[in-house]
Structure formats: C-alpha cells, structure tokens
C-alpha cells in the first residue's frame, strides 16, 4: 500500500493549465487531471473510435464541473461525486476542476498517445 500525491504522478500532458499527470498502480495507472474551464476535449479525441474515449474510468470528482459528451447523452459531473465513465465519452469543463480517476494502463496509454498527437 502506498499514499500517491498529485505531484508525485509524472506529468503525462500539459497545456497552460491543463494537467494530465498519470503513473502505475498495479495492472492500471492513476491520472489526477487539472482541468481549466472551457476545456473541450472533443477536438483532441476526433480520429478515436466514434470520436470518443475509448478507455474506462473510475474515480473521484475533487473540485469543480465537468460535462461528460456520449453518444447516449450527456451527464454533468460534480466536486464530492465518485464516477465510473464508461468507453465513449468526452470531457469538457464547465468550471475549473480537478478529478482523479483509475483507468486499465494498455487503453489508457493508446488515449494519451493519440492526445499527444502520434497514434493510438
């Protein structure tokens, strides 16, 4: 067992203040992610299938609100609300926020990659 601080995670994507820091927990990785208001993420994902994440997460809403885009619909997001988000959705921030979430490592590395810009 150990105790992950936000500034212990590498940083995985940084924009201003976007941050996407991410390390491994066991066979999954933990992501704290900064998210600053009016970041869409639906751009950085088109070229994925269906335009969406394709990557499960789990976790926990820290600070703020988030928008979640699915096919299906979309939901808000809010600080104190755990989360499980299902493959095929995209986040974008109402307000400032911050969350951590616990994703399988092989699908989230392919999400990060294609972010990044190379391929997933």
Request: net charge negative; proline share 8%.
């Amino acid at each position: 067992m150990r105790v992950i601080d936000r500034t212990d995670l590498p940083m995985a994507i940084q924009d201003g203040e976007l941050e996407f820091r991410a390390g491994p927990a066991g066979e999954n990785t933990v992501a704290w992610v900064r998210l600053p208001a009016g970041t869409d993420l639906r751009p950085g994902l088109a070229g994925l299938p269906g335009d969406l994440c394709p990557c499960p997460h789990w976790g926990y809403m820290i600070s703020g609100r988030l928008l979640m885009h699915t096919k299906d619909g979309d939901s808000t997001y809010e600080a104190g609300q755990a989360f499980y988000w299902a493959p095929g959705h995209a986040p974008e921030a109402l307000e400032d926020c911050e969350y951590l979430d616990v994703s399988p490592t092989a699908e989230l590395d392919a999400v990060v990659r294609h972010l990044q810009g190379g391929s997933a």
